[in-house]
């Protein structure tokens, strides 16, 4: 018996031995994920906490460093569930409820954030970060006078808390109170001088004011007090770019990318001041490199295409790798049934590299199982071309390969059937027609400084003009600089006799962007309308610029001009691409005599220039026929005059699967007339069940208390 009982004995001090080496190893697993979350190692933090949690399930304060890490991280899912679990072991802590309030925040569960923390005020009414989360609500609703109320009461109760002095300058400065914003600054300098954070936050603001030689000093007490400061070396590369010292950027930025390769704002800076020198080619190598480690960089992709397209030979081999990126998403979403989405692919695709045959033949499927025969035929015919170029014709029988001579029956076959076409009939080839109709100016205004892509507004508008290069109907003019503001687009779109004129602005942070355009009249200078488009997740940058597309052809009405004319039948330029159909209805307008409305969307046009109206009986897909009904007992109508649409059938008809997505869509008054695409419809951010994140709160967020 006492062996037995000596053997127990032995087994519990073990056991509680055991328990405590363990209890250990979750400690010093615990305090060395703090380690890493005070250095913004997230991830590494969050191995860490993890590891802790092996050793001991119920160790509350690592499951609550394990939810702020993910939370950190955007993971705001998992992060609420490690949360809940914190909450198991750790009962009645209102840092916990904080938490939570700040995560049902970024899951758009606004209306349950609120509840939390005015569930913690009730209890604790000078609890300071309740009123942190209940400003960043109000600054989600875009209520910034709330939110400066609320961090002004935080104040009150803690007179030099950090986070509420540098949020205050952030809002302050949004607000345009600058010299308020500047009082808090440097409140926040005097107590908390030895935090590089605040030196951050100081040169930010001072770079946005233009201020950048003190944002300069600034940055760099930042890194002089944490040299790891990944952030505070990309703003000072950044205020360095903005002051054209290019070579000190590039220093900075190799440093940064010694340090660890995979930071992707080193390479987009380095890239940006190799181009600003002149040394297209090596920022070209770079960006290549860069996008080699991160390939989904849309903005330095997009950049390095728009140099690709404008510098490079259309002959050069490395041509071929940049255009497959596109040509791999695009038989993706072929596969998917995205068939805007696919087409845009494969067109950025030809554009970088045209003689891939392979690409182009996909390409020309897709629009075939669309019923744009028309379009087919001259895609084939465009590899056919690049076929001739690789060999002699006379010896070209002997080295044809079974897909290039099934290509050249395919073609035999529709030229055929082309015999008979409404083309054939009038003696025109629709592809050499000229169809342009609108005249744009795309003009953008510069930021400061841009804490994730400088230049942005300069890609995102070379790359929106871009997008409209394969339109037949608009001429988009894209101005090379920056202007100074809507005085001087204006000026410039009404020199060049435009009709309209965009002035573009982008928003970015990590996870979001928008793309905002604001339309106005270059003949009367007046607003005709403004849209935004908020994207979150994969392709954010491309689905931004193909919305931007579709709405301003939406707003832009469908314009066409007389071919031809045999007594009342008439051929018009405008075909099923464009909407036309059996019975539509078109206005026939005196040449040269419609006018762009001086206020708001549409076209006007005097009584005594409306010639008479045709009513459309056939269609080809580029070309239409109808007959003419005149006004008045002159016949006034001649080959040249413009017609506009006037009556559209709403019944459904196989021609509405032809109409393109990049063809107008509007009727005199501007308003849609066309179908639209329901997998294209655009959506608004509530719609889609996002929150749009304002890029103010991805500032304040970040900010430690």
């Not at 609120?114 to 604790?124: A, G, Q, W």
């Not at 944490?226 to 770019?241: C, G, Q, R």
């Given at each position: ?11 519990v ?7 405590y ?23 590494g ?16 304060e690592?499951?609550f ?34 938490l ?16 939390v ?25 875009g ?16 007179g030099?808390?950090?986070?509420a ?12 109170n ?12 005097r107590?908390h ?9 100081a ?7 233009g201020?950048f030689a ?6 760099r ?25 290019y ?5 900075m ?17 380095k ?36 140099i ?8 050069d ?17 072929t ?29 020309a ?15 084939l ?8 170029r690789?060999?002699?014709?006379s010896?070209?029988k ?16 529709y ?7 409404l083309?054939?009939k009038?003696?025109?080839?629709p ?23 400088c ?28 202007v ?16 309209y004129?965009?002035?573009l602005?982008i ?25 935004s ?26 314009r066409g ?17 464009e909407?036309?159909k ?37 269609s080809?897909e580029?070309?239409?026929?109808g ?26 008809s ?46 304040i ?5």
């Amino acid at each position: 018996m006492k062996s037995i009982r000596k053997c127990l004995s032995v087994l519990v001090f073990s056991l509680s031995v055991f328990a405590y080496s363990e209890s250990l190893s979750a400690l010093k697993l615990f305090e060395r994920g703090v380690q890493k979350q005070n250095l913004e190692d997230y991830y590494g933090a969050s191995e860490d906490f993890q590891q802790a949690l092996q050793a001991n399930k119920s160790y509350g304060e690592a499951w609550f460093h394990l939810s702020q890490v993910t939370y950190a991280i955007g993971d705001y899912t998992l992060a609420l569930t490690y949360l809940e679990e914190a909450d198991k072991y750790a009962k009645n802590r209102t840092d916990i409820q904080n938490l939570k309030g700040m995560i049902l925040i970024a899951l758009g569960r606004l209306d349950d954030a609120r509840k939390v923390f005015n569930e913690i005020l009730k209890k604790y009414p000078n609890d300071i970060d309740s009123r942190f989360g209940l400003a960043e609500l109000d600054l989600f609703t875009g209520s910034f006078i709330g939110a400066k109320n609320q961090y002004e009461d935080a104040l009150k109760r803690q007179g030099n808390n950090r986070k509420a002095l540098l949020s205050l300058a952030l809002i302050s400065s949004e607000l345009g109170n600058q010299d308020t914003a500047r009082k808090y600054i440097e409140q926040a300098l005097r107590y908390h001088s030895g935090e590089s954070e605040v030196h951050y936050l100081a040169a930010y603001l001072e770079a946005k004011r233009g201020n950048f030689a003190e944002a300069e000093k600034r940055t760099r007490a930042a890194v002089q007090i944490n040299p790891e400061y990944t952030k505070a070396y990309v703003l000072l590369s950044s205020i360095l770019y903005a002051q054209k010292k290019y070579d000190d950027v590039i220093d900075m930025c190799d440093y940064l990318i010694s340090k660890k390769r995979s930071t992707n704002e080193a390479w987009y800076l380095k890239g940006l001041a190799q181009n600003r020198k002149g040394d297209w080619k090596a920022c070209v190598e770079t960006w290549n490199m860069a996008l080699a480690i991160n390939p989904y960089d849309e903005v330095m992709r997009s950049g390095l295409e728009l140099i690709i397209m404008k510098k490079l030979p259309v002959e050069d081999d490395r041509r071929a790798a940049w255009a497959d990126f596109h040509v791999q998403k695009a038989r993706e979403y072929t596969k998917s049934y995205f068939g805007e989405k696919a087409r845009y692919e494969y067109q950025r695709a030809l554009k970088i590299n045209p003689f891939d045959d392979a690409a182009r033949s996909e390409f020309a499927q897709l629009l075939g199982n669309t019923g744009l025969n028309e379009n087919y035929l001259n895609q084939l015919k465009f590899i056919k071309q690049n076929q001739e170029r690789a060999f002699d014709e006379s010896d070209e029988k002997a080295k044809l390969t079974p897909e290039q001579k099934k290509v050249n029956d395919t073609i035999e076959a529709y030229e055929s059937l082309m015999k008979y076409s409404l083309a054939a009939k009038w003696n025109v080839d629709p592809f050499y027609l000229d169809k342009t109709r609108w005249h744009i100016g795309l003009y953008y205004t510069k930021s400061p400084v841009q804490l994730l892509h400088c230049d942005a507004e300069e890609i995102a508008a070379g790359m929106c003009a871009d997008i409209f290069s394969g339109i037949a109907s608009t001429s988009v003019a894209l101005e090379n600089r920056a202007v100074s503001g809507y005085g001087e687009a204006y000026r410039l779109a009404r020199k060049n006799n435009l009709d309209y004129f965009v002035i573009l602005n982008i928003d970015e942070t990590e996870r979001e962007i928008t793309l905002g355009a604001t339309v106005y009249s270059a003949r009367t200078g007046t607003e005709t309308t403004k849209f935004s488009s908020f994207r979150t997740g994969n392709d954010k940058f491309s689905s931004v610029l193909r919305a931007f597309r579709r709405d301003l052809l939406a707003m832009l009405p469908v314009r066409g001009k007389i071919l031809q004319r045999s007594v009342n039948d008439i051929l018009v330029d405008l075909g099923t691409v464009e909407g036309m159909k059996k019975d539509v209805v078109l206005d026939v307008i005196k040449a040269g005599k419609i006018t762009t409305s001086d206020k708001g969307l549409g076209v006007t046009y005097e009584e005594k220039n409306h010639l008479g109206t045709i009513k459309i009986n056939r269609s080809g897909e580029e070309i239409s026929q109808g007959t003419l009904e005149q006004n008045g007992f002159y016949d006034r109508v001649n080959v040249g005059d413009e017609v506009l649409v006037k009556f559209r059938p709403d019944e459904k008809s196989e021609e509405d699967a032809q109409i393109a997505d990049s063809s107008p869509a509007a009727g005199e008054n501007g308003k849609r007339i066309l179908p639209e695409d329901e997998k294209q419809k655009k959506l608004d951010a509530r719609e889609m069940g996002l929150v749009k994140t304002p890029a103010i709160i991805e500032l304040i967020r970040g900010l430690k208390n």
